[in-house]
C-alpha cells in the first residue's frame, strides 16, 4: 500500500493531470464570476452546457463531430511543440488540406475504401507542403516560424477563397456559395452514429493519436525530435542533424493538419465549403497546451473544447447566456494551465490544507 | 488604359496618406514589442492587446459618449493585459511565447462575449463617435522620436538594454531586474491598446477582425526593424505601404490575392531580406535571482 | 577608522538540500589582501555573497566599518563602498566599456540625456591612478580577458569601492596577467583599499595575500598568516586530509600507433573570427596527450572540431583511411570517437531526458537499440541504462530519474560512463573535472587513465595545468590557435611551459630554472 502512496506521490502522469484539472477548475470558477458580474444565472449557463454537450445522442454526437478536427489539430501543434518550434499555421494548413482532399475526391473516380484513404492522402499532403514551407525557412535561413506559419495561414485562406469564389477555377457552378463540387460516393466516409454526423473521421484522428504516440515515443526518429526540442545542443552533440528533425516537424504538423481539414470534407461536408472551420485550428493550438503537448492528452484536451463549442451552442439557443462563455472558458483554461508556478503554488496549498 | 495612366492612378496622395494610416498601428506595436523585447520579455500577445484596445473603446466609447476618454481605458486596459502577460512570464514563469498564446486566446473568447453580452450581435459592436485618428498618428511619430532617444541616449535607456542583454549585471548594478521587465512590458501593452484604439476610431466601432493579424506583422516589424523605434517605424512605413497598395489595387485584381499580400510579402522579406539581427541575449529566457 | 573594514559574525546561509555557510565568523582588516580559500563547494562565493547583498543571510551579523547591517541589496553594498569582481563577468559584450562601467551611476546632461564623456573622463582617471590600463570606447566583446577583468576593477573603483572583493581572478589569466594583477592589488592596497581574494588555488593565496582564512564544507578551518605557512598545510586545511598530490601515472604500456591525425584544421569561432589557425595534431593508442593553455586560445573550439560539432575551414581529419574533414557529429560518433563535453548542462545531457534516454545519447541509430526506424527496443535502453548506472556508480533512485535532479558529479559519471561504454578508439574529454569535487575529480581521472591502459587515444583538454602535467603522458601547448610545443610532462619546466602559453614562444633572455 505504501508503495502505491509513493507512486502516486512521485507519479508525473497524476501530477500532471492534476494541475490540467486544477487549471480547468479555476478556469470555470474565473468563468463563474465573469458571468455573475454580467447578470447572467450561472446555474441555468451550466445546464445548458452539459446538455448540449452531453445532454443526448445528438449533443454527444455535436461534440464528437467537433472534436474530430480539434484533435488532429492539437496533434499538429504539439508535434511541432516537441521539437520546440510553434506551428500556429494549422487553420491555413487545414484549408489547403481540406481542398486538396475535395478535388481529388470529385474529379478522380476510384473503388470506395481506395477513393477514401487516396483524398484523405492528398488533404495529408498538401497540408505537408504547408508546413514545409515555414520549416524549410526555419531550418536553412532562421525565420521565425511563429510569424511564417501564422501568415501562411492567411495566405491558405485568401488562396482557396478566391479558388472556390464564384469565379474561381474550382467553383461548383450548381450554387451561389463559395464551395466545389459535391465529391463522389466512393471518397466518403461513411457516419457511423447516425443520426449524428460523427463519422470515420474520428476513427481516423485515434489512429492519429496513437501514431503520433508511438512515433515520439518509440522510435529514434521520435526521440531524436524531443531531444532537439528540450536541448538543441545535446541534440547536436548526439549526432542529431537538428535542421532536417526541424523540417520533419512542421512537415508532420501540416500533415496532420491537413488531414484535419481532410477529414472535415470527407466526413461532414462531402465537399469544401469556404469557411467550413470556424476556427478548429486556433482551438488545435488550445488544444495542445491543455494537452501539456502530450499524444493521448490531445483526446482529452479536444473533447473538451468540442463540449464547450456544442455546449456553448445550446446555451446561445436557450438565450441563458451568449454562447461565447464558451470560448471565455476555454481562453481562461489556457490561461491558467501555461502557468506551471502558479498551479504548483496552488496545488501545494490545497494538499496543505486537504492534510 | 496606359500603364502610365494606371500607375498614376494608383499611385496618388490618397496612397501616401493611406500607407501612414494604415502603418500607424503597426509602428505602434513594433514600437512596443522592441521595449518589451528589449527587457527580455517576448510578447506575441500583442494582438490580442490590441483587440482588447478596440473592445475597450467601444466600450467605454458606447457608456460615456466621450471618445478621448475611451482612448484612455483603452491605453490602461492594454496596460493591464501587458501587466498579466509580464505576471504570468516573471512570477509564474510561464513560457513567455505560450503566454502570449494564451492571452491572444483569452481576449478572443472575451470579445465574443462581451459583445453578445452588450450589443446582442456577436463580434460587433455598435457605432459610437470617434475622433479624429489623426491625432493617434500624430503620437505615433512623437512616440517613435522619443523613444529613440530614451533608448539610446538615456540612462533609462542604458538601464534598460542591460536587462535584456544581461540580466545578472543589471542586478550586480544594483537595478531591479523584475520591476523594469514589468515596466516596459506594461508600455508595450499600452502601446498596443494605443494600437486597438487607432483601429476603434478609424472605423467608429469594434469587429473582432479589426485588428486582422496587425499585432503579428507588428513583430515582424520589429525583427526587420532591428529592435530599434525607428527602425519600427520604417518597417511598419513598408507594411503599412504594401497595404495601401492592396487596397488600390482590389479594382485591378482579385481581392483575394491584394489581400493576401502584406502577409505574403512578410513571409517574403523574413525569409530573404534578413540577416541574423541583434536579438537582445537574454530574451525569453527567466531571470531567477536567490 | 575602525581596524576592521568588514566583520562578519556567524552567518549562517542554507539552500535547499545544504548548507553553504555554517556559521562563519571572518573579518577583513583595513589595508590588507586577504585570501579566502576552499575548494568548490566551501562556501566562499556564497559568503561573500552575503557580504555583496546578492543573499540575504538566515542568520549572523554583518558590520560594516564599525556599523551593524542585516538584509540590504547589492546597491546598499555599492553605497556602502564594497565592490565585488564576479568569476564569470558581469559585462555586457555588446556594450563599450564605458557604458558598461557607468551603468547604474549615469553621468547626465541636464538630467536627462547621457553624458559618455563626463564617464569617459572619470574612468580615464581611475584608470591612470591605480595602473589598470582600459581603453574606456572599446566594446566589452572585443577585449582579451585580461583587460575585461581591469574594466570589471574601475567598475568597482568607479562607484566608490574601498573594499574590493575578487572571486577566482586569476582563473582566466595567464602567468605574467596574475603578475600584473598582483601589482595592481598591491597599488590598490597602498591607496588604502581592502581587498578579499575568493580562490582555490594554494600557490596564488601565499603569493598575492596577507591573511589566509580556508573554508570547508561551509565552515572556517582557521586563519592564518600567508607567510606563516605552506601549500602543504593550507591543502590539509581544505579536505581535511593528507592530500595526494599527484595521481600515480604508470607508464602506458601498449604500442603507440596513430588513432588520429589532425592537419591543419582551421575553424572559426560563434563570431565568425578565426579562432583555429592551423593545428597539426596526432593521437597514439594507449596515450594521454594533453592540450595546455591559457583559456580563450581556441581549446573549446579545438573540441568541437574534433568531434564534429564545429565546421573547419581548412585542414584533414582522419581516423587511418576514415576521412572525416567536414563530417558532422553522426560520423565522428560512428567512427568510435567519444567525448566528454566542457559543459555538461548543454552538450552532454538532456537536462529534462531520464537517465534511461540519456544513457544512449548518441547512440540512438544504433542496430542493438534501435533495429530499424520503426522501432526503438524500450527493454534494451532501460537495461543498458541500469548497466551504466550500476557499473559507474551513479548515484540515483532510479533509471527513470531525470537527469536535472542529479548533482553534478554524478552526472558527470553518466556521462564517462556512456562514453567510455561505447568502446571507442578516441575519447575527447573537455574539462572532464570542471566543478567537481575531490573525489569526483579523483574518480575522473583515474578513468581516463584506465581508457588509456586499455588502448584508447585520449585527449585531455583542462584549464587545470597541474592536471595536465598529472595525467598526460605528453602535453601539446596551444597559443593563439595553433600548437606551438610539445613537452614531456615529467621532464617540463614550469616556467616555459608558462611562457609558452602566455607567448607562444620563447624567449632567447630567459635563463632555463628548475621546475619548483
Not at chain 2, 527580455?40 to 467605454?60: H, K, P, Q, R, Y
Not at chain 3, 563570431?271 to 586560445?297: C, T
Request: proline share 4%; net charge positive; hydrophobic share 45%.
Amino acid at each position: 500500500m505504501s508503495s502505491f502512496i509513493r507512486w502516486v506521490r512521485q507519479s508525473t502522469f497524476l501530477r500532471e493531470t492534476g494541475i490540467t484539472f486544477l487549471s480547468i477548475s479555476l478556469a470555470f470558477g474565473v468563468g463563474c464570476i465573469i458571468l455573475w458580474v454580467a447578470g447572467y444565472s450561472i446555474p441555468a449557463v451550466f445546464a445548458n452546457l452539459w446538455k448540449g454537450a452531453f445532454g443526448n445522442r445528438l449533443s454527444i454526437g455535436q461534440t464528437l463531430t467537433k472534436a474530430t478536427p480539434i484533435i488532429l489539430t492539437s496533434l499538429s501543434f504539439l508535434v511541432a511543440f516537441r521539437s520546440g518550434l510553434f506551428n500556429i499555421g494549422a487553420e491555413g494548413q487545414m484549408y489547403v488540406g481540406a481542398i486538396a482532399a475535395a478535388v481529388v475526391a470529385a474529379q478522380l473516380h476510384l473503388p470506395a475504401v481506395l477513393h477514401a484513404i487516396v483524398s484523405l492522402a492528398a488533404g495529408g499532403l498538401a497540408g505537408a507542403f504547408w508546413g514545409w514551407i515555414p520549416g524549410y525557412l526555419k531550418a536553412r535561413r532562421g525565420v521565425n516560424e511563429f510569424v511564417t506559419t501564422m501568415m501562411l495561414s492567411y495566405v491558405a485562406i485568401g488562396l482557396t477563397d478566391f479558388l472556390v469564389a464564384p469565379r474561381g477555377p474550382l467553383h461548383d457552378p450548381k450554387y451561389m456559395a463559395n464551395q466545389t463540387a459535391r465529391i463522389d460516393l466512393t471518397a466518403m466516409l461513411p457516419r457511423i452514429m447516425k443520426p449524428t454526423q460523427v463519422s470515420w473521421a474520428i476513427v481516423v484522428a485515434g489512429i492519429a493519436v496513437l501514431l503520433v504516440w508511438y512515433y515520439l515515443f518509440r522510435t529514434p526518429s521520435g526521440y531524436e525530435l524531443r531531444a532537439v526540442g528540450k536541448s538543441p545542443t545535446a541534440a547536436d552533440y548526439g549526432g542529431v542533424r537538428i535542421r532536417r528533425k526541424l523540417i520533419l516537424a512542421l512537415s508532420l504538423a501540416g500533415v496532420l493538419a491537413g488531414l484535419a481539414g481532410a477529414g472535415e470534407v470527407l466526413g461532414t461536408h462531402f465537399r469544401f465549403v469556404d469557411g467550413f472551420s470556424p476556427g478548429y485550428g486556433w482551438d488545435g493550438i488550445a488544444g495542445g497546451l491543455i494537452a501539456r503537448a502530450h499524444p493521448v492528452g490531445a483526446i482529452f484536451a479536444a473533447l473538451l473544447m468540442g463540449a464547450l463549442r456544442a455546449g456553448g451552442m445550446q446555451v446561445q439557443r436557450s438565450g441563458a447566456a451568449p454562447g461565447d462563455i464558451a470560448a471565455v472558458l476555454q481562453g481562461l483554461v489556457i490561461f491558467f494551465i501555461i502557468a506551471p508556478t502558479l498551479i504548483r503554488m496552488l496545488f501545494r496549498w490545497r494538499r496543505r490544507r486537504a492534510e | 488604359m496606359s500603364i502610365w495612366e494606371l500607375l498614376g492612378d494608383i499611385f496618388t496622395i490618397h496612397l501616401v496618406l493611406a500607407t501612414l494610416r494604415l502603418a500607424t498601428p503597426i509602428a505602434l506595436i513594433a514600437l512596443g514589442e522592441t521595449y518589451s523585447e528589449r527587457v527580455g520579455i517576448i510578447n506575441v500577445g500583442v494582438e490580442g492587446t490590441a483587440v482588447l484596445g478596440g473592445l475597450v473603446s467601444a466600450l467605454v466609447a458606447f457608456y460615456t459618449g466621450s471618445p478621448w476618454i475611451a482612448l484612455i481605458a483603452a491605453v490602461l486596459a492594454g496596460g493591464l493585459a501587458g501587466g498579466l502577460h509580464a505576471l504570468w512570464c516573471i512570477r509564474f514563469r510561464a513560457n513567455h511565447v505560450v503566454s502570449g498564446i494564451g492571452i491572444n486566446i483569452l481576449i478572443a473568447g472575451l470579445a465574443l462575449f462581451i459583445t453578445s453580452a452588450v450589443w446582442g450581435w456577436r463580434g460587433t459592436s455598435s457605432y459610437s463617435d470617434t475622433l479624429n485618428s489623426w491625432y493617434i498618428v500624430g503620437a505615433m511619430f512623437v512616440l517613435i522620436i522619443a523613444s529613440q532617444i530614451l533608448i539610446f541616449r538615456t540612462k533609462w535607456g542604458l538601464r534598460l538594454r542591460v536587462v535584456g542583454e544581461k540580466p545578472e549585471a543589471a542586478d550586480t548594478a544594483g537595478i531591479n531586474v523584475h520591476r523594469t521587465r514589468y515596466v516596459y512590458t506594461i508600455v508595450n501593452g499600452m502601446l498596443c491598446g494605443l494600437a486597438g484604439a487607432f483601429f476603434f476610431n478609424n472605423v467608429g466601432r469594434f469587429t473582432t477582425g479589426m485588428v486582422g493579424g496587425r499585432g503579428f506583422i507588428g513583430i515582424a516589424a520589429m525583427v526587420i526593424g532591428n529592435y530599434s523605434p525607428f527602425g519600427a517605424l520604417g518597417a511598419a512605413l513598408m507594411f503599412g505601404f504594401i497595404d495601401a497598395l492592396q487596397m488600390r489595387l482590389q479594382t485591378y485584381i482579385p481581392s483575394q490575392f491584394s489581400i493576401m499580400l502584406p502577409y505574403l510579402i512578410t513571409v517574403l522579406v523574413l525569409a530573404f531580406l534578413i540577416k541574423r539581427a541583434q536579438v537582445p541575449a537574454a530574451l525569453g529566457q527567466h531571470y531567477i535571482k536567490q | 577608522m575602525p581596524e576592521y573594514a568588514v566583520e562578519m559574525k556567524g552567518i549562517v546561509k542554507r539552500f535547499p538540500g545544504v548548507t553553504a555557510n555554517n556559521g562563519i565568523d571572518f573579518a577583513l582588516k583595513r589595508g590588507e589582501i586577504h585570501g579566502l580559500l576552499g575548494e568548490n563547494g566551501a562556501g566562499k562565493t556564497v559568503l561573500m555573497s552575503v557580504l555583496y547583498g546578492l543573499y540575504y543571510p538566515d542568520e549572523g551579523e554583518i558590520v560594516i566599518n564599525g556599523a551593524p547591517h542585516r538584509r540590504y541589496r547589492p546597491s546598499r553594498a555599492i553605497g556602502l563602498g564594497i565592490g565585488m569582481v564576479h568569476q564569470h563577468f558581469m559585462l555586457v559584450p555588446r556594450l563599450t566599456v564605458a557604458e558598461n562601467i557607468m551603468l547604474g551611476q549615469e553621468p547626465t546632461k541636464s538630467g536627462v540625456l547621457l553624458d559618455r564623456e563626463a564617464a569617459i573622463r572619470r574612468i580615464e582617471t581611475f584608470s591612470k591612478q591605480y595602473g589598470l590600463p582600459i581603453d574606456a570606447r572599446a566594446r566589452v566583446k572585443q577585449l582579451p580577458v585580461g583587460e575585461q577583468q581591469r574594466v570589471e576593477i574601475i567598475k568597482a573603483l568607479y562607484r566608490g569601492a574601498d573594499t574590493l572583493i575578487l572571486d577566482e581572478p586569476t582563473a582566466v589569466l595567464t602567468e605574467q596577467e596574475v603578475e600584473h594583477l598582483k601589482d595592481a592589488l598591491l597599488k590598490l592596497k597602498s591607496e588604502g583599499k581592502s581587498t578579499v581574494l575568493i580562490t582555490h588555488k594554494l600557490r596564488e593565496a601565499i603569493g598575492m595575500c596577507d591573511r589566509i582564512t580556508v573554508l570547508r564544507k561551509g565552515n572556517v578551518i582557521g586563519t592564518v598568516d600567508a607567510k606563516d605557512t605552506s601549500e602543504r598545510e593550507l591543502a590539509e586545511m581544505m579536505v581535511g586530509r593528507d592530500v595526494v598530490f599527484t595521481v600515480h601515472r604508470s607508464e602506458a604500456t601498449g604500442a603507440r600507433e596513430s588513432a588520429m591525425q589532425v592537419q591543419g584544421i582551421a575553424a572559426c569561432d560563434d563570431r565568425g573570427l578565426r579562432i583555429l589557425k592551423g593545428i597539426d595534431l596526432d593521437l597514439h593508442r594507449h596515450e594521454v596527450l594533453g592540450i595546455a593553455g591559457v583559456q580563450g586560445n581556441g581549446q573549446a573550439e579545438l573540441a568541437e572540431v574534433l568531434t564534429g560539432l564545429r565546421p573547419t575551414t581548412e585542414g584533414r581529419i582522419t581516423l587511418g583511411d576514415i576521412d572525416l574533414t567536414g563530417k558532422g557529429a553522426r560520423a565522428f560518433i560512428d567512427a568510435g570517437i567519444a567525448h566528454i563535453p566542457a559543459d555538461r548542462h548543454l552538450r552532454g545531457l538532456v537536462m529534462d531526458f531520464s537517465l534511461r534516454e540519456n544513457a544512449i545519447l548518441g547512440r540512438q541509430r544504433e542496430k542493438a537499440f534501435s533495429p530499424n526506424p520503426f522501432w526503438q527496443r524500450q527493454s534494451a535502453m532501460t537495461r543498458f541504462a541500469r548497466d551504466v548506472i550500476d557499473a559507474y556508480d551513479v548515484k540515483t533512485p532510479s533509471a527513470g530519474t531525470l537527469a536535472k535532479n542529479l548533482s553534478g558529479g554524478n552526472q558527470q559519471r553518466l556521462i564517462i560512463g556512456r562514453e567510455v561504454t561505447k568502446a571507442p578508439c578516441v575519447i575527447v574529454a573537455a574539462q572532464p573535472t570542471r566543478g567537481l569535487d575531490v573525489g569526483g575529480i579523483e574518480y575522473v581521472r583515474e578513468q581516463l587513465l584506465k581508457m588509456r591502459d586499455q588502448g584508447v587515444a585520449v585527449l585531455l583538454i583542462s584549464m587545470d595545468l597541474d592536471e595536465v602535467l598529472m595525467v598526460s603522458d605528453r602535453i601539446a601547448v596551444i597559443f593563439d590557435g595553433r600548437i606551438v610545443a610539445i613537452r614531456d610532462p615529467d621532464s617540463v619546466d614550469r616556467r616555459e611551459l608558462g611562457e609558452l602559453m602566455l607567448s607562444g614562444s620563447l624567449s632567447e633572455e630567459q635563463p632555463m630554472t628548475e621546475t619548483t
